[in-house]
């Protein structure tokens, strides 16, 4: 048997407010690739998205991802696996801003238009705010500009996690590497 999902990404009215950090990126600062073999930003990744990202005003975060013909579902369509994946990346960008470690606990995603290969997604995050460690996030993705027609949109909850969370079931990772990545844009 195959259980359903048990939580739901959307939010109370009473959540945290988002509070970037004092020390976050300036707006429109690129941010750095966390991880050189991320499916997400990874430049080292042979098929990955290499989505580059960069810091908005308050809790915000942009990004760009290209669909290639590596990434399609459907003939000359992206997957939707795909497309969940670069809003994953640009969602997850918001612990940039955040100066937290947080991973990814929930992400609900709509499809609204189909996505061509060769297309540029314009992919935007906010921070909607905080309930405990539950970090609350929405997300969407432009066909090709920043005005273009919505194809995607996202809610998302992320679990803020200690460097313990990466340094034991990952691989690779020590506790400082964990540290700049948290700290060093
Ligand atoms: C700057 C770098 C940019 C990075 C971009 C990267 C983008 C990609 C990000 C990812 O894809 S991360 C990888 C995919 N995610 C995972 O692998 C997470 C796997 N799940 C876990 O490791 C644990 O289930 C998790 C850390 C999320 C929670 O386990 P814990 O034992 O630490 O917490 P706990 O179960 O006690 O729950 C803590 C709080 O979070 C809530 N919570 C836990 N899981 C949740 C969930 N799935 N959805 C919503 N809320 C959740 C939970 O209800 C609770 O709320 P309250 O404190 O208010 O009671």
């Not at 941010?31 to 080292?44: K, M, R, T």
């Not at 801003?97 to 709509?110: S, W």
Request: charged content about 20%; some cysteine.
């Amino acid at each position: 048997m195959i259980e359903p999902p048990v939580r739901s990404a959307a939010h109370r009215a009473d959540l945290d407010p988002p509070e970037r950090h004092p020390e976050a990126p300036a707006p429109g600062t690129v941010l750095p690739s966390h991880y050189a073999d991320c499916v997400g930003c990874g430049p080292n990744h042979p098929t990955g998205l290499r989505m580059v990202t960069t810091a908005g005003p308050d809790v915000t975060v942009t990004g760009t991802f290209t669909v290639t013909a590596a990434h399609q579902g459907a003939p000359g369509l992206a997957h939707g696996g795909v497309l969940a994946t670069a809003l994953d990346e640009v969602l997850g960008g918001l612990s940039w801003l955040l100066r937290k470690p947080m991973v990814t606990g929930r992400l609900e995603t709509d499809y609204i238009r189909p996505v061509p290969v060769g297309t540029t997604l314009a992919l935007a995050a906010r921070c909607v705010g905080f309930s405990g460690r539950r970090m609350y996030a929405k997300g969407q993705g432009r066909l090709d500009t920043p005005d273009g027609p919505i194809a995607i949109r996202a809610a998302a909850v992320f679990v803020v996690v200690g460097v313990e969370h990466f340094t034991e079931h990952g691989a690779d990772m020590t506790a400082e590497q964990v540290h700049d990545y948290e700290v060093n844009p």
